[in-house]
T-cell receptor
Framework: KNEVEQSPQNLTAQEGEFITINCSYS?????LHWLQQHPGGGIVSLFM?????KKHGRLIATINIQEKHSSLHITASHPRDSAVYIC???????????WGAGTKLIIKP | EAGVAQSPRYKIIEKRQSVAFWCNPI?????LYWYQQILGQGPKLLIQ????????DSQLPKDRFSAERLKGVDSTLKIQPAKLEDSAVYLC????????????FGPGTRLTVT
């Protein structure tokens, strides 16, 4: 079993829909990252959080440390949000990043 | 602030050939990472440098992969000889020193081995 699991693996939605991507992990962490990867490979960090909730524009990230679970929400989704969203956790043991496999999101106009 | 630079962006080689990738991290970032990302998977850390010293290279296939960061700034990753399964995106990232630090990623180099 992977230490970081994301769901769903693939998600297709219509423009305007509310999107939720989930991340569960099984190790002790010091922080959790949400990153966005567009076709072509470049990765952009969206959020780094260790508790509670963060918001940036239409993106919201939450984390529940007790349940070892985080969610990334996109409100009023737009085709330009189409990308792979990756959850990565920083192990509290050795501070290495452990990556999820990513969620491929497609927003149709 | 300039981001992490990588070159080339794309490379196609035949198996058994050699290839090298270059990375220039964000100025002042002491830590540099090389990741391999195979299609459909999350990135896998190949090697982590702190200045010009290696912190972690446990997942680097040392029989064919090598990396260096001689002056603690730029880094090169080499594959010699390449295999078909090396086809992937190679990502370079950098961060400043400290726990819970954010990594900043370059655009990646997409390698295709035929």
């Amino acid at each position: 079993k992977n230490e970081v699991e994301q769901s769903p693996q693939n998600l297709t939605a219509q423009e305007g829909e509310f999107i939720t991507i989930n991340c569960s992990y099984s190790v002790g962490i010091s922080a959790l990252h949400w990153l966005q990867q567009h076709p072509g490979g470049g990765i952009v960090s969206l959020f780094m959080l260790s508790s509670g909730k963060k918001k940036h524009g239409r993106l919201i990230a939450t984390i529940n440390i007790q349940e070892k679970h985080s969610s990334l929400h996109i409100t009023a989704s737009h085709p330009r949000d189409s990308a792979v969203y990756i959850c990565a956790v920083r192990s509290s043991g050795n501070y290495q990043l452990i990556w999820g496999a990513g969620t491929k999101l497609i927003i149709k106009p | 602030e300039a981001g992490v630079a990588q070159s080339p962006r794309y490379k196609i080689i035949e198996k058994r050939q050699s290839v090298a990738f270059w990375c220039n991290p964000i100025s002042g970032h002491a830590t540099l990472y090389w990741y391999q990302q195979i299609l459909g998977q999350g990135p896998k850390l190949l090697i982590q440098f702190q200045n010009n010293g290696v912190v972690d290279d446990s997942q680097l296939p040392k029989d064919r992969f090598s990396a260096e960061r001689l002056k603690g700034v730029d880094s090169t990753l080499k594959i010699q000889p390449a295999k078909l399964e090396d086809s992937a995106v190679y990502l370079c990232a950098s961060s400043s020193t400290g726990t819970n630090y954010e990594q900043y990623f370059g655009p990646g180099t997409r390698l295709t081995v035929t």
